[in-house]
């Protein structure tokens, strides 16, 4: 490598030279401020690199210790290349470590952002900081920070998910959550409206039954947002208040199965309608507030399979007949009398899982 490309790791402000100069010269810090007519704190300044070298200081350097104008002039610039050089350095590794942080092959997959050309790096970094809203890298380590600490998760982020996906889902949802127009917050409505969600559970068309779902949860406050995790994020569910009269609720169709879905559908309305409203719930597969978790597992069995018939299901037989007729008997859907049977360890894991049905994301009306 030659000269002319050389960049160094380390920095060399002109002060070390012009120290060494009045060393050789035996010139004292004092001695050389009265010879310029620099104050002391101008001069520890210069020495320091903190003041730079303009024309009149170098033809002062060059009339008292040495070395042409133009030496120092150039000294000067080649310091200052240098500072550049190394931060820019370290912002571009900064900004790599962040986007390994983040699925940026996902955010693009989806469309959440574009894939840019050029100097791919910037190209990815200035779309992932226009994506979450922040001028910087530590902009956005200082915003979330609380996000990631703070809040009252369902799962702990460090047994399946991480972080950065986490966060990235939390905030294309809240993205589109803001766009939907929605009435004002009223738990009373949201809660009376469930027995009529409950009756799309028999409806096997996505494309039918979530356009509806949308609406009947927008009529009481909620924004009801379907949008695929990213690798990374294992989430199925997330609620929050974006605002005081305003809830989000974030499904990701995780498991693609009907019994999943509408299980974490009503495990989440039970967050909206029983919990908190500055805590954020995601339903992870790990209970972290077991309390607050039991709660909404028990408010969305009681939706599917209501208490009075908890004595049927625990004495049907277990044939596939007997389940489709007791389905149609509850109003429910065959894939979640399943799933309740499977959760009650009458089914297996395995069996009659047939009778669920599966989803892909073409059919999904997504956000």
Same mark, same amino acid.
């Given at each position: ?178 766009? /939907? ?100 719930? /995601? ?52 894939? /979640? ?31």
């Amino acid at each position: 490598m030659t000269g002319k490309h050389f960049q160094p790791e380390w920095m060399s402000p002109p002060g070390a030279t012009i120290c060494d100069l009045l060393e050789q010269h035996n010139l004292s810090r004092e001695r050389f401020s009265e010879m310029t007519g620099y104050s002391l704190e101008r001069v520890d300044r210069l020495l320091s690199g903190r003041l730079s070298i303009t024309q009149d200081v170098a033809d002062a350097l060059q009339k008292l210790v040495g070395g042409s104008a133009e030496f120092w002039l150039s000294r000067e610039d080649q310091y200052r290349n240098d500072i550049s050089h190394l931060q820019a350095k370290g912002d571009l590794h900064a900004a790599r470590a962040w986007l390994n942080e983040l699925p940026v092959r996902d955010m693009k997959k989806f469309g959440w952002i574009k894939a840019g050309g050029g100097n791919v790096i910037k190209s990815d970094l200035d779309q992932c900081l226009r994506f979450f809203d922040v001028a910087s890298v530590s902009e956005w380590r200082k915003k979330y920070h609380g996000v990631m600490s703070a809040v009252s998760f369902r799962t702990s982020l460090s047994f399946e998910s991480q972080p950065g996906p986490v966060l990235t889902w939390l905030r294309y949802g809240e993205m589109q959550a803001t766009k /939907i127009k929605c009435r004002a917050w009223n738990a009373k409505g949201f809660r009376t409206t469930l027995p009529k969600i409950r009756q799309l559970t028999r409806n096997k068309d996505p494309n039918s039954f979530l356009p509806i779902l949308k609406k009947l949860c927008a009529e009481h406050g909620v924004a009801l947002v379907i949008a695929r995790a990213p690798a990374g994020c294992h989430a199925s569910g997330a609620t929050r208040f974006i605002a005081p009269d305003k809830a989000m609720m974030l499904l990701s169709f995780r498991y693609l199965s009907d019994d999943q879905f509408w299980f974490t559908f009503f495990h989440e309305a039970a967050h909206l309608l029983l919990h908190s409203h500055r805590a954020l719930f /995601i339903e992870d597969g790990n209970d972290v507030n077991q309390d607050e978790e039991d709660d909404a597992n028990r408010f969305a069995e009681d939706i599917l399979v209501p208490p009075e018939y908890r004595k049927t299901v625990k004495n049907v037989s277990l044939t596939k007949l007997s389940i489709i007729q007791l389905a149609v008997k509850l109003g429910i859907s065959r894939g /979640i009398l399943v799933g309740q049977l499977q959760h009650m360890k009458r089914l297996s894991p395995r069996q009659f899982n047939r009778l669920k049905r599966r989803f892909n994301w073409p059919q999904m009306v997504t956000d």
